[in-house]
Nanobody, 116 residues
């Protein structure tokens, strides 16, 4: 069983920054993919960014150049650095991992609110 705990969400002004963290139970080296998704009110959950085991990354077009995903294997943690935040970035952000057996696990989410 994999447990994922997100943290770092909160209220931020437009143009501000936040760093989300997702701490996994056990080594993250066993995961093929680690990623961040978000779900805004009334909308479907969407992929924000993901990092593959080899280190390559993918981003949603809406966050390219503003968000950066990274991982710290020693801390079993994946991060999402979010800069130049916009009101449309407001959502619950979820951590997701995929094992080599294509099984997926989700965290409970952390709320990010971008508002003046």
């Amino acid at each position: 069983q994999v447990q994922l705990v997100e943290s770092g969400g909160g209220l931020v002004l437009p143009g501000g920054s936040l760093r989300l963290s997702c701490a996994a139970s056990g080594s993250i080296l066993r995961f093929n993919v680690m990623g961040w998704y978000r779900q805004a009110p009334g909308k479907e959950r969407e992929l924000v960014a993901r990092i593959i085991s080899g280190g390559s990354t993918n981003y949603a077009d809406s966050v390219k150049g503003r968000f950066t995903i990274s991982r710290d294997n020693a801390k079993n943690t994946v991060y999402l650095q979010m800069n130049s935040l916009k009101p449309e970035d407001t959502a619950v952000y979820y951590c997701n991992v995929e094992t080599s057996g294509f099984r997926q696990y989700w965290g409970k989410g952390t709320l990010v609110t971008v508002s003046s």
